[in-house]
């Protein structure tokens, strides 16, 4: 069965891009029957904060896409080391004393342009131990076959074969000065011990993989299936970067925006990699089921937002759909974090608002009415109905007080009563509705209007009327 992974370094907030990769290992993982590791990669203490560490679980949390098994690179140090001392027993590796830079980057020497330090892979085992022995410093850097002809040769699931001369292959380092493993020797030797099938990962990283594949050659271990995915790219044609665009690519950002996680995932998805029958609405169980990594793209795939709207309008539509699939009650309980109202209040007032909302937060403006102890103010022409005057705007209110202090203050009932109101005074429906609208709600623009003061309750409802008819 498979075992993916994803290995997040907490040294930021949990992008969008990392996101995706997230999901994708955990679709492949669930699609097929297998095992999602979350491995945290912080070896590199320099860089790492509690903060990212932080954000990276909220992130994932939120998203509610468990995973199996949980790692930390930190705590496998010995394991690194000693697959770095079994390369250098069998002469795959070498110690390179450069003083400059400590031979710790992947290039030094003139420009960072050398594939190798002739100097110091030429040294001899025991010149190499005396060294050592004598405390000098020293990095420890793969010795890539220069002069053997041909590739390192690797079929990726999404790019295809793939191949890179060895000549072209720098010596990189697996062991930095201070002792600590690189990148390419952790990621490899965690994943050759925790026995992943299927490495996939941003495209960023395929330049990686012949030296990965090197090293699991050096030890000996099945390389596993390599499914490099499409970048994300922003409307300016950049990568999608933290760095430049900001808390538009943090996972937080749509969370506390509102967005639905499965929406978000949906939205995700479909950046980069698309079902057989081109849906774009998918519920989580549908996107397991159809998930391949043959169907993943190899064009990067463009996030739309400006300044005025941090938002993809894909992202957005998705959401709303989302949105409205859902039963009300589950809906109140996404309501809960971003209204002033308890739970069983938002459970009348969700299907009120369900197609009005495109994000959650939404509910603030769409129904703030509800939770106001008093409207803000309005201009009192809203008051007016269509083909009336303020007169007729003042007469509909009085009535609508009169009726509405004895209506049945149900739904059916107000809708009754309005209508026979209207009916009296000898108006049509729309104008004795209307006025009242705006008088409960403060505005023209609501939800439906007898559902609206059913929630709202008659006390509410009168004294709001009563205060409209002051204005006329």
Not at 186 to 209: K, P, V
């Amino acid at each position: 069965m498979p075992r993916v992974r994803f290995a997040p370094s907490p040294t930021g907030f949990l992008h969008i891009g990392s996101a995706r990769t997230y999901i994708f290992n955990w679709l492949y993982a669930r699609h097929n029957g297998g095992t999602m590791i979350l491995r945290i990669d912080d070896t590199d203490v320099g860089r790492n904060t509690d903060a990212s560490l932080t954000s990276i679980f909220e992130g994932l949390r939120w998203l509610g896409l468990g995973w199996d098994e949980e790692y930390k690179q930190s705590d496998r140090l010995a394991l690194h080391r000693s697959v770095a001392q079994a390369i250098f027993e069998k002469d795959l590796a070498y110690r390179d004393f450069t003083a400059a830079q400590s031979g710790d980057s992947e290039k030094s020497g003139a420009q960072g342009t050398w594939l190798f330090n002739a100097g110091m892979r030429q040294l001899s085992r025991e010149q190499s131990d005396r060294r050592a022995a004598a405390g000098e410093p020293f990095a420890l850097r793969f010795r890539v076959p220069h002069d053997r002809i041909g590739h390192v040769q690797f079929s990726d699931a999404v790019y295809g074969d793939q191949a890179k001369a060895y000549a072209d292959i720098e010596d990189f380092a697996l062991l930095r000065s201070d002792g600590m493993p690189t990148y390419h020797l952790a990621n490899c030797a965690d994943d050759a011990d925790l026995r992943i099938t299927h490495i996939i990962r941003g495209q960023e990283h395929l330049s990686n993989a012949f030296k990965h594949k090197l090293i699991f050659d050096a030890v000996g271990a099945e390389s596993p299936t390599f499914a490099h995915l499409p970048l994300l790219m922003a409307p300016d044609g950049m990568k999608l970067s933290k760095r430049v665009h900001g808390p538009v690519v943090s996972v937080t950002t749509y969370r506390d925006a509102g967005f639905l996680p499965q929406a978000f995932i949906n939205f995700l998805c479909l950046l980069g990699w698309s079902p057989k029958n081109d849906r774009e609405k998918l519920s989580r169980q549908e996107t397991v089921d159809l998930f391949t990594l043959e169907g993943i793209n190899r064009a990067n795939a463009v996030v739309n937002f400006t300044e005025e709207d941090p938002f993809d309008a894909k992202a957005l539509w998705l959401n709303a759909e989302h949105i409205r699939s859902l039963p009300p009650n589950e809906l109140a309980r996404e309501l809960l974090p971003f209204a002033p109202a308890d739970l069983e209040t938002l459970r009348k007032i969700a299907p009120l608002i369900q197609e009005r909302i495109k994000l959650l937060r939404d509910v603030r403006s769409v129904a703030d009415f509800f939770f106001a102890g008093q409207l803000p103010p309005y201009d009192s022409a809203e008051l007016i109905p269509k083909k009336g005057d303020a007169a007729m705007a003042k007469t509909v209110l009085l009535k609508a007080r009169e009726v509405l202090a004895t209506a049945d203050f149900s739904h059916d009932g107000l809708d009754a009563a309005l209508r026979a109101a209207s009916v009296s005074l000898g108006i049509k429906a729309g104008q004795m509705f209307e006025p009242v609208r705006v008088a409960v709600c403060g505005r023209k623009t609501a939800p439906p209007l007898f559902g609206t003061m059913e929630v709202l309750g008659r006390d509410t409802c009168v004294t709001r009327i009563a205060q409209a008819i002051e204005k006329l």
